[in-house]
T-cell receptor, first 115, second 110 residues
Framework: DTAVSQTPKYLVTQMGNDKSIKCEQN?????MYWYKQDSKKFLKIMFS???????INETVPNRFSPKSPDKAHLNLHINSLELGDSAVYFC??????????????FGQGTRLTVV | GNSVTQMEGPVTLSEEAFLTINCTYT??????LFWYVQYPGEGLQLLLK?????DKGSNKGFEATYRKETTSFHLEKGSVQVSDSAVYFC?????????FGAGTILRVKS
């Protein structure tokens, strides 16, 4: 049973479209994250939710809007897609936020290509 | 803010060679430190971690020791295999988020 699952795995879309990526975790964790990995493999946090509450919102364009309907799900909606949004997006979860040694579990990633 | 610096890759080794991937950090206090591995086409997996100074994390033949004197957490393995080819990320816990280094590509040739 997959711990952190994301859909879709691949997403190819045209500039200007709106798309969503879904994430679900079955680990009973309180905290979920979205990370973006660029073409050079660099990983940067975008958002974090703890028990459905937004706790981290890095300098991400307003076109990106996360939504957490419950603590097991964190979706990412992107409006008006741009070429520069092409990247791999990873969802992750951890048991508690800020606890010493708490590790994060990652999904397999969604490769978004904007053409 | 807190940050992590890793040696640049790619690192190319022959099978059974010794591996070291350097990682240093800048942080206030003593954050928890992690090594994650990303195999081709997959997500990140935790490889090992250490939560306080002088702790040694180990897993699958890899190990790293939390050195506060040198603010380092270097990854080592005595004998690499082709199956170890992947991208390795050093990371620290900064409050509520993981901060990653740039990643080091490891290629192991048979």
């Amino acid at each position: 049973d997959t711990a952190v699952s994301q859909t879709p795995k691949y997403l190819v879309t045209q500039m200007g479209n709106d798309k969503s990526i879904k994430c679900e975790q079955n680990l009973g964790h309180d905290t979920m994250y979205w990370y973006k990995q660029d073409s050079k493999k660099f990983l940067k946090i975008m958002f974090s939710y703890n028990n459905k509450e937004l706790i981290i919102n890095e300098t991400v364009p307003n076109r990106f809007s996360p939504k957490s309907p419950d603590k097991a799900h964190l979706n990412l909606h992107i409006n008006s897609l741009e070429l520069g949004d092409s990247a791999v997006y990873f969802c992750a979860s951890s048991l508690r936020t800020g606890w010493r040694g708490t590790e994060a579990f990652f999904g397999q990633g969604t490769r978004l290509t904007v053409v | 803010g807190n940050s992590v610096t890793q040696m640049e890759g790619p690192v190319t080794l022959s099978e059974e060679a010794f591996l070291t991937i350097n990682c240093t950090y800048t942080a206030t206090g003593y954050p928890s430190l992690f090594w994650y591995v990303q195999y081709p086409g997959e997500g990140l997996q935790l490889l090992l971690k250490a939560t306080k100074a002088d702790d040694k994390g180990s897993n699958k033949g890899f190990e790293a020791t939390y050195r506060k004197e040198t603010t380092s957490f270097h990854l080592e393995k005595g004998s690499v295999q082709v199956s170890d080819s992947a991208v390795y990320f050093c990371a620290l816990m900064d409050g509520n988020k993981l901060v990653f280094g740039a990643g080091t590509i490891l290629r192991v040739k048979s």
